[in-house]
């Protein structure tokens, strides 16, 4: 069955380069004329003609409600009730025009990834116009994220009603799984963010004394409300300890994203990796960083969050330093797999001693690592995701390969 991806951030954007990367590793090795891809992003632009992690497959750009190029200027604004309309007319345009390409390209199924609230409700209008099976991919908690104002608002409407006649719903962690079915009685189907194992070299390289020099911390991925807290709480951590540190920081976001501790001399911005090199980068830190935020504007996303990059720490085989809420999936995670060093409060001191035990504790940095190899194997290995994925589907997805 051929199936259509609607997303903003589709391979290979890079402003969600979680979400994005993902969609690539669970794609790339499938026939491109099994799918086709649709967005309200011109990726056929110049702009993405050359880009890492393209995909083969046929790419589509709404034109209803399309994305204004990065440089332009934003559109003035308007009284309430015609902003509604105007948001009201997008959605149905983009449904229709979804719909239309949809049955053009022969598609079964529409797999949705909502990257703002309209988009939700607006591919599930698509699926009935085109009678294609629909499946929602929540990366993260859909209403949860819309969490003010007349956006939240709508989000929590609309959530359980398409959810409920869904075909299925994809979560990437058990405990978005389990709120959404205490929530809404339905039965979403876990595909973790997945990676290539055999892009990294396993435990043993985890088990080496941390760097005589200054302590190299690794952050790789995008920075946003859900880690400053973290980066604050690491950053007065160094001031408790004599010994230095450093936090290498890879990330495809401007600097500024870190605030007022961005020109921090331990701080190191390497700026934007190609996902064939984040493998080695990640492999080569003494210590990789998972932060998530205590205080963010959306406590549920944070509480059943994980990161797209949280199977590529555990793969690496690095000592993990996680600083996240005690009730967050992330903590519980990796407190009861032993498979890195949980922090859950908001104390530098805390954070300082964690960091000591990283830097001195041979035996603690060989057990960590040990285990997070094991976890990647069991929770996160590509191929089972991929196997998963084309399960949902019901379809026996040829691999171009």
């Not at 408790?240 to 921090?264: E, Q, W």
Request: aromatic share 10%; proline share 8%; glycine share 6%.
């Amino acid at each position: 069955m051929k199936f259509a991806v609607v997303s903003e951030n589709l391979p290979p954007s890079t402003r969600s380069p979680g979400q994005a990367g993902m969609m690539y590793r669970l794609l790339a090795p499938l026939d491109p004329a099994s799918y086709c891809l649709i967005s309200r992003v011109d990726y056929d632009s110049d702009r993405f003609a050359q880009a890492p992690q393209r995909l083969p497959a046929r790419y589509h750009c709404l034109s209803a409600g399309a994305l204004p190029a990065p440089d332009a200027a934003a559109p003035p604004a308007q009284p309430g009730a015609l902003a509604l309309r105007h948001r009201l007319e997008n959605v149905f345009g983009r449904a229709r025009e979804i719909a239309a390409i949809v049955k053009r390209e022969g598609c079964g199924a529409i797999v949705a990834c909502p990257d703002r609230v309209g988009d939700l409700p607006t591919a599930f209008a698509a699926s009935r116009l085109s009678r294609a099976a629909f499946f929602p991919y929540f990366f993260d908690y859909y209403s949860a994220w819309f969490n003010s104002g007349h956006s939240g608002l709508a989000a929590r409407r609309v959530e359980p009603f398409i959810l409920k006649r869904a075909a299925r719903v994809i979560v990437p962690n058990e405990g978005l799984r389990d709120t959404l079915a205490q929530r809404y009685d339905v039965d979403p189907a876990v595909i973790h963010n997945a990676c290539d194992l055999s892009a990294y070299r396993g435990p043993a390289a985890g088990e080496a004394s941390a760097s005589n020099g200054a302590l190299q911390i690794m952050f790789t991925g995008a920075i946003y409300d859900a880690h400053y807290d973290g980066f604050r709480a690491l950053l007065d951590a160094f001031d408790c300890d004599r010994r230095p540190s450093r936090l290498n920081v890879y990330t495809p976001m401007a600097k500024a994203r870190l605030g007022d501790r961005a020109r921090d001399e331990r701080i190191v911005y390497h700026g934007y990796q190609t996902p064939a090199e984040i493998p080695r980068i990640q492999q080569s830190a003494d210590v990789l960083f998972l932060p998530l935020a205590f205080r963010s504007p959306f406590p549920e996303v944070i509480r059943t969050s994980a990161p797209a990059k949280m199977g590529e720490y555990l793969a690496a085989a690095r000592p993990i330093l996680v600083h996240a809420p005690p009730e967050s999936f992330v903590a519980q995670y990796f407190r009861r797999h032993d498979c890195g060093l949980v922090v859950s409060t908001q104390d530098p001191a805390d954070v300082a001693h964690a960091l000591d035990r990283l830097r001195t504790d041979v035996g603690l940095r060989g057990r960590l690592a040990r285990n997070a190899w094991q976890r990647a194997r069991e929770d996160f290995d590509l191929s089972k995701a991929r196997a998963d994925f084309a399960g949902l589907l019901g379809a026996s997805l040829r691999c171009d390969r």
